[in-house]
């Protein structure tokens, strides 16, 4: 019978068995950390500008809805408060501003259903002297406000 040889086994050697993380391991690992929070902070800074940035839109927005009813109600040949309703006449068509849920729109001969300004949560039409004042307060309870006058004057139109 042969006899088997046994050889000591060195001190210090490493076993391909054990689990255990190498350099390169932690160094992937590191990387990847990095490469996700390197992503979060743009994250978090737009979550906590979002009311700003609300803010601004609805701003740009007023602007918007301020310019268009300026250029309809100095050329309106006639304007009226019905309703909480601003109805401006022109020519042959009537322009009705009206709330339309947290809207305000716009409708062209009572059809049509144009979103001027979004998230309204109140809103007057006041008649002045040839003129007409616009409140608004949004659904963040800033107001804003408008006076438009006509080239036209109402008291003397038919």
């Not at 979002?50 to 601004?56: L, P, R």
């Not at 309106?76 to 322009?95: F, G, M, P």
């Not at 305000?104 to 039409?125: A, D, P």
């Not at 002045?128 to 109402?154: C, M, Q």
Request: charged content about 20%.
């Amino acid at each position: 019978m042969k006899e088997m040889l046994f050889y000591p086994k060195p001190k210090y050697a490493v076993c391909s068995n054990e689990k255990a993380f190498t350099l390169l391991e932690v160094l992937f690992a590191f990387s990847i950390f990095t490469i996700i929070i390197f992503f979060m902070t743009p994250v978090f800074q737009i979550i906590l500008n979002n009311k700003d940035s609300h803010a601004q839109i609805q701003a740009m927005e007023w602007e918007v809805f301020c310019s268009q009813i300026k250029k309809e109600i100095r050329l309106s040949t006639r304007a009226q408060v019905i309703a909480n309703r601003l109805i401006l006449t022109k020519d042959t068509e009537t322009i009705q501003y009206e709330k339309y849920g947290s809207n305000l729109r716009r409708r062209v001969n009572s059809t049509g259903h144009e979103i001027l300004l979004q998230n309204v949560s109140q809103y007057s039409f006041t008649l002045l002297n040839n003129a007409v004042k616009v409140n608004v307060t949004d659904l963040w309870g800033k107001e804003y406000s408008v006076v438009v006058y006509s080239l036209v004057d109402w008291n003397t139109v038919p």
